[in-house]
């Protein structure tokens, strides 16, 4: 069963706009992490926030940690063509990954 | 770059019959992991292995589904016999040992059973 639920499904934007999409899950975890897959690929690791942090950047990435809630939000500043992806939002308990359904993302030239 | 290799890429096979799929992780990465990704869903944990060990199967339909890694280095999926419902994406990924949290994932195989 999968632990994360990713909202929106979909999103389609101009290229130059932010995109941002939420994580929600269950159970407690030790980090949350989220992953990008081009059509057809394997998934890359994006960036890890840690459960004892709350915000986290890295290049053109923000995402933020709100364990009370058991939410998570991925933002893309200034979207490019090729950020056209499936994201995903992964909890971590003991090594172990639980993956969402995740959020497709389309950005229009 | 190391990465993790995978194969077959693409596998068409009908159903019954057996199939197998291969993954060589990362140099000296102790722990691998074998996903299934169905189409539209997010990667499900079927199995984890450290080294030769399986740590955790529990999501693995042991009826159909057997994993190995023998010699604690390169792993083997199979499934025999193939259904229908068993088309999808089949992902290995792999980490370093101790505290090291990233997984790094190969390409998948990609089955599809008629």
């Known amino acids: 069963s999968q632990q994360g639920e990713e909202d929106p499904q979909a999103l389609s934007i101009q290229e130059g706009e932010n995109a941002t999409m939420n994580c929600s899950y269950k159970?407690?975890?030790?980090?949350l992490q989220w992953y990008r897959q081009n059509s057809g690929r394997g998934l890359v690791h994006l960036i890890l926030i840690r459960s004892n942090e709350r915000e986290k950047h890295s290049g053109r990435l923000r995402v933020t940690l709100d364990t009370s809630k058991k939410s998570s939000s991925l933002l893309i500043t200034a979207s490019r063509a090729a950020d056209t992806a499936s994201y995903f939002c992964a909890t971590a308990t003991d090594y172990k990954l639980s993956f969402g359904a995740g959020t497709t993302v389309t950005v229009r030239a | 770059e190391a990465e993790v290799a995978q194969s077959p890429r693409y596998k068409i096979t009908e159903k019954s019959q057996a199939v197998a799929f291969w993954c060589d992780p990362i140099s000296g990465h102790a722990t691998l992991y074998w996903y299934r990704q169905i189409l539209g869903q997010g990667p499900e944990l079927l199995v984890q292995?450290?080294?030769?060990?399986?740590?955790?199967d529990s999501q693995l339909p042991k009826d159909r589904f057997s994993a190995e890694r023998l010699k604690g280095v390169d792993s083997t999926l199979k499934i025999q016999p193939a259904e229908l419902g068993d088309s999808a994406m089949y992902l290995c990924?792999?980490?370093?040992?101790?505290?090291?949290?990233?997984?790094?994932f190969g390409p998948g195989t990609r089955l599809t059973v008629t």
């Open positions: 990924a792999s980490r370093a040992s101790g505290r090291a949290i990233e997984q790094y």
């Open positions: 292995f450290q080294d030769e060990s399986v740590v955790d």
């Open positions: 159970t407690s975890i030790n980090n």
